[in-house]
């Protein structure tokens, strides 16, 4: 089992800035592809960006060239720096882990992702 821990989340207004991170626990050792979601009230999750084992990124149309994930020195740790926030950005954000591979075919599908964190919630105001 791995679990994930996100922190980071906060309200500020439009044009703003948040960094979210993830840390994975458990049994993380073997490495993971991992990524970020979404989920607004009423609307479905939807992947925001995602990065693999040895950097490959993903992002989503929405966020492209406002947000940059990254993993940390710890191989089981990431980040989403998001800048430039818009309030249709105020979600529940998800931290996810599944194999790496996933990171190739469908990178931001759901599907692909066996572990999932609680949340943190991105509110931003106009």
């Known amino acids: 089992q791995v679990q994930l821990m996100e922190s980071g989340g906060g309200s500020v207004q439009a044009g703003g800035s948040l960094r979210l991170s993830c840390a994975a626990s458990?049994?993380?050792?073997?490495?993971?592809?991992m990524a970020w979601f979404r989920q607004a009230p009423g609307k479905e999750r939807e992947g925001v960006a995602s990065?693999?084992?040895?950097?490959?990124?993903d992002y989503a149309d929405s966020v492209w060239g406002r947000s940059i994930i990254s993993r940390g020195n710890a191989k089981n740790t990431v980040s989403l720096q998001m800048n430039n926030l818009k309030p249709e950005d105020t979600a529940m954000y998800y931290c996810?882990?599944?194999?790496?591979?996933?990171?190739?075919?469908?990178?931001?599908?759901?599907?692909?992702?066996?572990?999932w964190g609680q949340g943190t919630q991105v509110t931003v105001s106009s």
């Open positions: 996810a882990a599944g194999p790496n591979g996933g990171c190739f075919n469908g990178p931001l599908q759901i599907s692909r992702y066996n572990y």
């Open positions: 458990g049994n993380a050792s073997g490495g993971y592809c």
């Open positions: 990065i693999s084992v040895g950097g490959h990124t």
